[in-house]
T-cell receptor, first 113, second 112 residues
Framework: ELKVEQNPLFLSMQEGKNYTIYCNYS?????LYWYRQDPGKSLESLFVLLSNGAVKQEGRLMASLDTKARLSTLHITAAVHDLSATYFCAVDRSGTNAGKSTFGDGTTLTVKP | NAGVTQTPKFQVLKTGQSMTLQCAQDMNHEYMSWYRQDPGMGLRLIHYSVGAGITDQGEVPNGYNVSRSTTEDFPLRLLSAAPSQTSVYFC???????????FGQGTRLTVV
């Protein structure tokens, strides 16, 4: 069974600071996704990572994937209040179960002035 | 282009009632999925489909049925509602494996 673990689950940080969210998964996969969810809203896609060593950046967020370590990171640079949200990573199973995505429990980020 | 449309947005059911949550997408995506999200938790996969006529179970399928007669529609049926099914339900679609998912706005279901 594929398990996806995120840490930390809650993160409170000051504006201007840097931090990293970690996503570990338990079985072989090279398809990992990051999503953002604002309170009471739906999820929107941030990044799609499809190979070992993949790195994607958008604004103050940068995501990377290490398939050998089964680890993805979401790095936040110089946080601003608008980044306050819950961030989820999700991993696709491989092979015949490729349609299944397993989500982590999410990291709730609060950026304070 | 509406994307993924879920109806209803809110629903209250009595224990034992049945109902269908509707999900439609206009992006011609092959993959569609249903998730439930409980407070403070991630999304758990209920059922998914990789194309019309093909469905499979996810992590928490008990108490739910699905069918996929067309590419566009993927309804989720609650057979006999229970309080444990109180949750927010999200439908998602994507073109195929290795692609991002597009989510509907969610259905907030309360079973009393």
């Amino acid at each position: 069974e594929l398990k996806v673990e995120q840490n930390p689950l809650f993160l409170s940080m000051q504006e201007g600071k840097n931090y990293t969210i970690y996503c570990n998964y338990s079985t072989t996969s090279d398809r990992l996704y990051w999503y953002r969810q604002d309170p009471g809203k739906s999820l929107e896609s941030l990044f799609v990572l499809l190979s070992n060593g993949a790195v994607k950046q958008e604004g103050r967020l940068m995501a990377s994937l290490d398939t050998k370590a089964r680890l993805s990171t979401l790095h936040i640079t110089a946080a601003v209040h608008d980044l306050s949200a819950t961030y989820f990573c999700a991993v696709d199973r491989s092979g015949t179960n490729a349609g299944k995505s397993t989500f982590g429990d999410g990291t709730t980020l609060t950026v304070k002035p | 282009n509406a994307g993924v449309t879920q109806t209803p947005k809110f629903q209250v059911l009595k224990t034992g009632q049945s109902m269908t949550l509707q999900c439609a997408q206009d992006m011609n995506h092959e993959y569609m999925s249903w998730y439930r999200q409980d407070p403070g938790m991630g999304l758990r996969l209920i059922h998914y489909s990789v194309g019309a006529g093909i469905t499979d179970q996810g992590e928490v399928p008990n108490g739910y049925n699905v069918s996929r007669s067309t590419t566009e529609d993927f309804p989720l049926r609650l057979l006999s509602a229970a309080p444990s099914q109180t949750s927010v339900y999200f439908c998602a679609s994507r073109p195929g494996g290795g692609t991002e998912a597009f989510f509907g706005q969610g259905t907030r279901l309360t079973v009393v």
